[in-house]
């Protein structure tokens, strides 16, 4: 059963990934468009704003209603930070970061029920950014 103080985790995982965001952008700022600049500006506040709240609630009963657990929230955030810091399209990036805030929007307003979807609809995400990734690496090794 989740405890009280996983808000904590997952909060902190939160606002490592809006660090992550914040470091895409200024890593690529200068090859970025106006409009990607204010995405990626405005996802890394969200997240972190969103990380403020989820550190004030006791968010235990919300992840087990929700059927889903601390430890898989915080593995696939971990995998969304890594996937916006070293993925190539900053589209990309910014869609995983948009996922990665409805994950932890759904926690912030206490959403059970939209947590799962949230939660799925990230782990679908990520497929894409994995699978070009393993296509680098293996054609980098292959020759």
């Not at 895409?24 to 969200?46: F, G």
């Not at 890594?82 to 995983?96: E, G, H, M, T």
Request: aromatic share 2%.
């Amino acid at each position: 059963m989740p405890e009280v103080t996983d808000g904590f985790d997952v909060a902190r995982e939160m606002g490592e990934a809006a660090k992550a965001v914040m470091d895409r952008l200024m890593a690529d700022y200068a090859t970025l468009s106006k409009d990607e600049v204010r995405e990626l500006e405005d996802l890394a506040w969200d997240l972190q704003s969103q990380a403020a709240r989820i550190r004030t609630l006791a968010v235990g009963a919300l992840l087990a209603e929700a059927q889903t657990s601390v430890e898989a929230i915080n593995r696939e955030t971990r995998r969304a930070r890594k996937a916006i810091r070293d993925i190539a399209k900053v589209r990309q990036a910014i869609a995983i970061g948009a996922a990665l805030l409805t994950v932890a929007s759904a926690i912030a307003t206490k959403n059970p029920a939209g947590l799962k979807p949230a939660f799925d609809a990230l782990k679908d995400t990520l497929k894409e950014p994995a699978k070009a990734l393993g296509k680098t690496i293996v054609k980098k090794v292959t020759g």
